[in-house]
C-alpha cells in the first residue's frame, strides 16, 4: 500500500505545494472557449462580487484538510453533466416527491464531497442570498480543485440554474462504467457533443481519481496479456481488491503521483498499466487510433494536456439544461428544491 500513499514525511511537502499552488489564481488564463449567451464571466459582479473568493478559500481548506476532496468534487462535477446537463441535480436527496441520482448504481458508494459542497452554500448565503445557484459552486469548485492539487486554471463562465429534477433513470445510460468498450464511451461522450479528443483529456482526471475494487477486479485477476503490471504492483492492488468481497476498497489510479495533478496518468497506460480497463482501452483499443495517438502526446507533453483539459473543462461546465433556465431556481439548499 506504500506506494499509493502519502508518509508522513510527505505530508509537510505536500502542504507546501498545496500552498503554492494559490498563487496561479493570480495568473493569466488559458483561452476560454465560446460560452453559450446566458452564461457570462461577470455573472455575479454586481450581485456577489465574493463568490469566487468565498469558493477558493472553502476549496483551500478542503483540499488542505484531505488532497483526496480534489478528486471527489471533480467526479462530482462530471457525473453533475452528463446527466440532464450542469444543473446541480446530482446533489439533490430523495425525497416523497423526488428520487434523486446519488442513489443510482453507478453512484452509489462513489461520490463524495456532498458536504463541502454544502459548506461553500451556507456561506453564500450569509454573503449573498438566494443569488449564487448550486450547479454554479460546483463548477467553480471543480476548478479550484484542480488548481489546488497542481493542475491549470481557466475562466468559469456562470449563471446556470439549479434543476427542480433529477434523471436517476439517466445515470447508467449517460455515465461511462469502468468495463465499458471504447466506441460505447466516445458515443456518450459525443451525445454530450464532447469530441473524442475532449474525451481522453477529461478522463486525466484520474490522475487525482481513486478506483473501487469492484471496478478493477476484473483486471487484476482475468486475463493479464494486456496488461504490464509489475509482481510488486500486482500484488498491492490484489491485496487491496481480493478475489471476492472489498468491493469498496480504493486505489489510486496514478499510483506514482496520486494525491498531483500531472500528465504521469497518460504514461501509465503507454505501460498497458491502466488500472481501469476503461482507461487502457483508449490506449490499447484496436479502434483506439486517435486515443492512442492523444494518450501518447499528453503522456510527453504535459503543457498540451493541461491546455486541452482547460478548453474541455470549460465545453463539459457548458453542458446546459435549457429547461432549468425556465423553470429552475436558486436553491437555498442543495440538497432540496425550494418548493
Known sequence: MAPLSTTHHDQPKLSILLHL?????????????????????DYYKSACPTVLEIVRKEMECAVLSDPRNAAFIVRLHFHDCFVQGCDGSVLLDDTIDLQGEKEASINKNSLDGFRIIDRIKNKLESDCPGIVSCADILTVAARDAVILVGGPYWDVPLGRKDSTTAGKELVSTNIPTAEEGLLSIISKFQYQDLSVTD???????????????????GRIYGNLEATTFSETYLS?????????????????????????????????????????????EMYSSLFGIQTKELVTKYAHDAIAFFEQFSDSMVKLGNITNSDSFVNGEVRRNCRFVNT
Do not use: W
Open 236 to 280: 498491492n492492488l490484489r491485496s487491496i481488491c481480493p478475489a471476492i468481497g472489498g468491493d469498496n476498497n480504493v486505489t489510486a489510479m496514478d499510483y506514482l503521483t496520486p494525491y498531483f495533478f500531472d500528465n504521469s496518468f497518460y504514461q501509465t497506460l503507454l505501460k498497458g498499466g491502466g488500472v481501469l480497463n476503461s482507461d487502457q
Open 21 to 41: 499552488v494559490l498563487l496561479v489564481f493570480s495568473v493569466s488564463s488559458y483561452c476560454l472557449c465560446a460560452a453559450e449567451p446566458y452564461l457570462t464571466l
Open 199 to 217: 474525451m481522453v483529456a477529461l478522463s486525466g482526471a484520474h490522475t487525482i481519481g481513486m478506483a473501487r475494487c469492484e471496478n478493477f477486479r
